[in-house]
């Protein structure tokens, strides 16, 4: 059974008299511990197509599950569980509470389970010494570089053991040299955590780290194919 199955995935927008269609008839699957890159030109549908895989949004029409469970018409109280449990998320810009040290920010997804304190911090110091942050858990974001603070919104899309990590354009905001840790880091979380990783990016060197590539256009899938040769 595949972990994500999209099947005939369409996003209508109205515009007055006017339908948009940002996907049409979308239909895509993923088997679990993959490492996807999805591509595509500004308006491609590729950003739609992630919020509805992230349970951010839903589709106008057609199936989308996971693991085996149809949550296209889930209600809203039961996709944020969804997105809790499922999915970790990872964006360009971070999205850490400035004020908040790295082990607390690492901490959040776990507060709506209700978990002790005790046991929310032992996990949240193990999810950050996986990416790298043992010694750093006091430190607050204006205290780490790009490369570390991206690290921390790493671990915190860990903590929950979430069989899914959504990246949005992950290294967008960091140096090369920095970038490649990261792509580096997910890497090896795929390979040795059997975490399936699905990311967006428009670059090329970034995609090369993936195993297959979905290239979106105009609200399509145009190519869906291994990476190499990128």
């Given at each position: 059974?595949?972990?994500?199955?999209?099947?005939?995935?369409?996003?209508?927008?109205?515009?007055?008299?006017?339908?948009?269609?940002?996907?049409?008839?979308?239909?895509?699957?993923?088997?679990?511990g993959?490492?996807?890159?999805?591509?595509?030109?500004?308006?491609?549908?590729?950003?739609?197509?992630?919020?509805?895989?992230?349970?951010?949004?839903?589709?106008?029409?057609?199936?989308?599950?996971?693991?085996?469970?149809?949550?296209?018409?889930?209600?809203?109280?039961?996709?944020?569980?969804i997105?809790?449990?499922?999915?970790?998320?990872?964006?360009?810009?971070?999205?850490?509470?400035?004020?908040?040290?790295?082990?607390?920010?690492?901490?959040?997804?776990?507060?709506?389970?209700?978990?002790?304190?005790?046991?929310?911090?032992?996990?949240?110091?193990a999810?950050?010494?996986?990416?790298?942050?043992?010694?750093?858990?006091?430190?607050?974001?204006?205290?780490?570089s790009?490369?570390?603070?991206?690290?921390?919104?790493?671990?915190?899309?860990?903590?929950?053991n979430?069989?899914?990590?959504?990246?949005?354009?992950?290294?967008?905001?960091?140096?090369?040299?920095?970038?490649?840790?990261?792509?580096?880091?997910?890497?090896?979380?795929?390979?040795?955590?059997?975490?399936?990783?699905?990311?967006?990016?428009?670059?090329?060197?970034?995609?090369?780290?993936?195993?297959?590539?979905?290239?979106?256009?105009?609200?399509k899938?145009?190519?869906?194919?291994?990476?190499?040769?990128?």
């Amino acid at each position: 059974m595949a972990l994500i199955e999209a099947q005939e995935i369409a996003k209508i927008y109205r515009l007055g008299d006017i339908e948009v269609c940002a996907l049409c008839a979308v239909s895509v699957s993923i088997a679990r511990g993959e490492f996807i890159a999805i591509m595509g030109p500004s308006g491609s549908g590729k950003s739609t197509f992630m919020n509805i895989l992230g349970c951010l949004d839903k589709p106008s029409s057609g199936r989308y599950s996971i693991e085996g469970v149809d949550v296209a018409g889930l209600p809203r109280d039961a996709l944020a569980v969804i997105r809790n449990k499922k999915i970790g998320f990872v964006f360009q810009g971070f999205n850490l509470l400035p004020r908040t040290s790295a082990l607390e920010n690492v901490e959040l997804p776990m507060l709506y389970d209700g978990l002790p304190a005790g046991e929310r911090r032992e996990k949240a110091a193990a999810a950050l010494t996986k990416v790298g942050l043992s010694g750093r858990e006091n430190h607050h974001p204006n205290q780490l570089s790009g490369g570390q603070q991206q690290r921390v919104a790493i671990a915190r899309a860990l903590v929950n053991n979430a069989p899914i990590i959504l990246a949005d354009e992950p290294t967008g905001n960091l140096d090369t040299k920095t970038s490649a840790e990261i792509m580096e880091l997910f890497v090896r979380l795929n390979e040795e955590s059997n975490i399936t990783v699905i990311l967006v990016t428009h670059e090329h060197d970034i995609a090369a780290y993936s195993k297959r590539v979905i290239r979106f256009l105009d609200g399509k899938v145009v190519s869906d194919g291994p990476a190499r040769g990128l």
